[in-house]
């Protein structure tokens, strides 16, 4: 297949406008398709990000606006933590952005956190989750996948994103749509993520990769066989086309990309 698009920015401020036409491309296209917004996010640097995009003034066009109330947000991976808790991805975004949505003009998401039911098992919360996914992309047994419209992704400095880290078993996992982990080689250890054949299956995926700290590992999956099999390269690899990197000019510093 065809090669991610890359796209290189000079900092996060000039990447944010451009970021926000994407999603909201995305956004026009599955609200014409079928009335809603399926998306999921993961934590780090992004939530603040994708704030940043979303909550800047409209340019006043008419594609140029975040219909919050069509937007269905799910998690691409959580910590098993409490929703309160400094660790929680789901309070990472309601502090950077949803809390920050002025709901009276535009609407309000609907939010799909984790049940805090099930924090002391992992594989639990995971089946759980993967219900909760169900009763919206429809049966199991109807649909192989769940199609988000867009998923919203980290890269970290090993190369993992979600919770699927380099050279996990769970890479190896086509069943479930939603995994648990309890050795995650980054705290904490308990964490629920999607599966990569969910990942890759969605409509489109944006990774948001930023600053001089990214450049070694954009470099090894950009440049190597050995990048190509960390998850993030697994993604370039299974999704091709439908794949955007947003980058900064230092995470992308003397790496060769497409
Ligand atoms: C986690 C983080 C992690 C993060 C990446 C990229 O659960 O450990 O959410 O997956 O998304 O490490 O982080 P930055 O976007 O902050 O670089």
């Known amino acids: 297949g065809k090669p991610p698009n890359v796209y290189t920015f000079a900092g996060v401020a000039e990447l944010a406008p451009s970021l926000r036409a994407y999603v909201l491309s995305a956004q026009n296209a599955a609200i014409e398709r079928h009335g809603t917004f399926r998306v999921a996010v993961s934590g780090g640097s992004l939530p603040k990000t994708l704030a940043q995009a979303l909550l800047a003034k409209s340019d006043g066009s008419s594609g140029d606006v975040v219909d919050f109330s069509k937007w269905e947000i799910f998690f691409a991976d959580e910590r098993c933590v409490p929703l309160d808790h400094e660790d929680s991805n789901y309070k990472l975004l309601k502090d950077e952005l949803l809390d920050k949505i002025p709901k009276e003009e535009v609407g309000e998401p609907k939010v799909f ?43 970290g400095p090993d190369g993992h994103t979600c919770s699927l880290f380099p050279e996990h078993p769970l890479l190896r996992e086509t069943d479930a749509w939603v995994l648990s982990i309890s050795d995650s080689p980054k705290p904490p250890p308990k964490r629920i993520t999607l599966s990569l054949p969910v990942v890759c299956h969605g409509a489109k995926i944006a990774f948001v990769a930023t600053g001089g700290g990214k450049k070694d590992i954009m470099k090894k999956i950009f440049e190597t066989e050995e990048g190509r099999a960390l998850p993030c ?26």
């Open 233 to 258: 390269g697994l993604v370039n690899e299974g999704a091709g086309e439908k794949v955007s990197w947003f980058t900064d000019a230092p995470a992308v510093e003397g790496v060769s990309v497409p």
């Open 113 to 155: 956190p984790i049940d805090e039911q099930y924090l002391d098992d992992a594989q639990e919360m995971a089946d759980q989750y993967e219900k909760a996914l169900v009763s919206v992309f429809a049966a199991r047994d109807s649909v192989k996948l769940p199609l988000f419209d867009l998923l919203l992704l980290g890269c």
